[in-house]
Structure formats: structure tokens, C-alpha cells
């Protein structure tokens, strides 16, 4: 039977906790006094072995002690918890007057924003928006825009072929990345009848080194109406509209003869230099002019190719490339930036 002195235990107990500097501490201290194998543990398991006289005193003052350690200790984390709380405010503090970050947000391609523009003029002026397939058959690439098999004009494009055929009606086609939007004409024009005013964004492809102004894939917009009537002067003050409202400047626009076997007359589509406004510059070659576009009145082989009778309609088609449209408009000088997915480049729009 160990001698008891629960005075000397208290002032143990009073000691330990006063000097414990952290939780961990504390919780030794608890242990040592109330755990398992605890100095107050023993003396609380040891009162069965005394006399009864002494039993009901000591345990008494044995229970209030080891009430007094529970007390303390919970006092003690309690404090402890306090210092740390303030010290960590010292220094993790939050300025609630501070403006929050804004989260970062993406935004459209810079060819995206340019193709909605166009979209946007055209759709004003009673055209509709028109897709049409990335793959083609060499008869709406090529056979039914009047570029017939072995015509030297087939050259024009430096096409991507693709392994496969494809059976159109009775004959098999090749299939390819088409070059152009011009394909999509002719896929109009066999489902609906004139008059039509459409415009057709889209990507096309071409088998071509690489340099600032070109690429293997880019993107055009095709134009086509059609009507009883339509002239070439309709064509000229439909496309000096668009230019004036997607540049926001006075543009004028001029045609000069071209040849594109689709179109008959064809011709070159320039208009007013925007750096010089016409005067003559390096950008437009002291020229005041800016070649933009390549158009012409829609020839009558092309009408037959799309089950319409050429005797009965007349229409204009143009091409544009809306690469070339953005560069202009942000003053890009390479065309590759556009595909390079550099943010550096992207984030500027
Ligand atoms: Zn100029």
C-alpha cells in the first residue's frame, strides 16, 4: 500500500499544468496523473485495499482531485487553444475590406468574334447562314463549280486527297479536304429554289507550305444570291455595306477582271487602303488599294450542275478569307499566330 499524499499530488498536478506550454503537454500531463498506469489512477484503484474509516476520506478527497485535474486541464486547453488563435490572426489575417479577385474568364478566338461580325452584317442585309461538310466529294469541289477532271484550273488548289470514295448517285467520287466554300452553293442551290441570299462560313483546307500569310487550314466566307434579276451593281453595294460597317470606316470598293472558272465575268475585289485611307502607303504598295476578295456573276455551267435552268436566274457569288479580314482589322501580320494557341497572342482580344 503506497503511502498517500494527496496534498503533495495537488501541488504536483498545480505545478505540471501551470508550466505546460502546449496541448501536447497537457495531454502528457493528464496521462500521467489519470491515465492507465496514472499516479491518481493507483491511488483511486488502491482504496478498496484500506480500512473503511479512511476509505470514504481518502476517497473523498482523491475524487475531488482528480475533478480538480479534469478542471484545470480543460482551463488550461482552453487558454492555450485562445494563445494560439492569436497568434495565428497575427499572421494569417483576412482584410475584409479587400475587392475579391475576379475568377479568370476565356473569351472567343479572335476568328470566332470576326466570323460572328460578318455573320451579324450579312444577316442584316436578308442573308442566312449556311454550313456545309469539312470532307468532299471532288464533284462538289471541283465538277460541279465548272473545274472539269484534267482542266488546268484544278491546279488553282493544292488539294488534300483522302483514301476513300464515295458513291454519288451512280458514280464513285473521290473525297478530299475541300479548298473552298464554293461546294456549298451548289448543295444549296440542289435543295432550295431562288431567290436566295446566303453567306457560308467555314474552314477549308489546302496542301501548301506555310509562311506568314499562309496556311494549311484557314477560314472563308462564301456569299450567294440569287434572283430574276441580279446585277453586278447589287454585288458592289451589298459588299461596300459590309466593308463600311465591319471596319466602321467610308470604304470604297473597285473590281478589277479576274478568272475563277465558277464565275463568269469574275473579278479581283479591292477596296480603300485603311492605313492610308487611299492616299498610298508601304501596307497597300502606294497603291491606296487593299486586295480583299474574289467574286464574280455565278456561271451558267454552275446554275445547270445545280438542277436550275440558267436561263431563269441570275446571281452573284463572292469568296472571302476571314483570316485575312481579322488581320486587318487588329493589324496581324502572320497568319499562324492564329492557330499557334499561344495565349500570349490570344489574350490581346
Ligand atoms: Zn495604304
Avoid at 434572283?227 to 473597285?254: G, L
Avoid at 469568296?319 to 497572342?345: P, Q, T, W
Wanted: aromatic share 10%.
Amino acid at each position: 500500500m503506497p503511502k498517500i499524499n494527496l496534498k503533495l499530488l495537488k501541488n504536483q498536478i498545480k505545478k505540471a499544468i501551470g508550466s505546460a506550454k502546449d496541448l501536447k503537454e497537457l495531454n502528457d500531463i493528464f496521462k500521467r496523473y489519470l491515465g492507465k498506469r496514472g499516479e491518481l489512477t493507483q491511488v483511486l484503484r488502491s482504496l478498496e485495499k484500506l480500512p473503511k474509516i479512511r476509505r470514504a476520506k481518502v476517497g473523498k478527497e482523491a475524487n475531488e482531485l482528480k475533478n480538480f485535474l479534469r478542471i484545470k486541464c480543460d482551463q488550461k486547453a482552453i487558454g492555450i487553444k485562445e494563445k494560439i488563435r492569436k497568434e495565428t490572426a497575427k499572421i494569417e489575417w483576412i482584410d475584409i475590406t479587400r475587392p475579391g479577385e475576379k475568377p479568370v474568364l476565356g473569351h472567343l478566338h479572335p476568328l470566332s468574334q470576326v466570323k460572328n461580325k460578318a455573320e451579324e452584317i450579312f444577316q442584316l442585309m436578308g442573308f442566312s447562314m449556311v454550313e456545309g461538310p469539312e470532307i468532299e466529294t471532288e464533284w462538289y469541289n471541283f465538277d460541279a463549280l465548272n473545274i472539269p477532271k484534267d482542266h488546268p484550273a484544278r491546279d488553282l488548289w493544292d488539294t488534300l486527297w483522302l483514301k476513300d470514295n464515295y458513291k454519288l448517285k451512280t458514280k464513285n467520287y473521290k473525297l478530299l479536304l475541300r479548298t473552298h466554300t464554293s461546294p456549298v452553293q451548289i448543295r444549296y442551290m440542289e435543295k432550295n429554289n431562288p431567290p436566295l441570299r446566303i453567306i457560308v462560313p467555314g474552314r477549308v483546307f489546302r496542301h501548301e507550305a506555310t509562311d506568314a500569310s499562309h496556311e494549311i487550314n484557314f477560314y472563308q466566307v462564301e456569299g450567294l444570291m440569287v434572283d430574276k434579276k441580279v446585277s453586278v451593281a447589287n454585288f458592289k453595294a451589298i459588299i461596300q455595306e459590309f466593308f463600311q460597317k465591319f471596319f466602321k470606316k467610308p470604304i470604297e470598293i473597285r473590281l478589277r477582271p479576274g478568272y475563277f472558272p465558277f464565275t463568269e465575268p469574275s473579278f479581283e475585289v479591292d477596296m480603300t487602303c485603311l492605313t492610308c485611307g487611299g492616299k498610298g502607303c508601304s501596307v497597300c504598295s502606294q497603291t491606296g488599294w487593299l486586295e480583299m476578295m474574289g467574286a464574280g456573276m455565278v456561271h451558267p455551267n454552275v446554275f445547270k450542275a445545280a438542277g436550275l435552268n440558267p436561263k431563269n436566274w441570275q446571281g452573284f457569288a463572292f469568296g472571302m478569307g476571314l483570316d485575312r479580314l481579322a488581320m486587318m482589322k487588329y493589324k496581324i501580320n502572320d497568319i499562324r499566330l492564329f492557330y499557334s494557341g499561344d495565349l500570349r497572342f490570344l489574350n490581346q482580344f
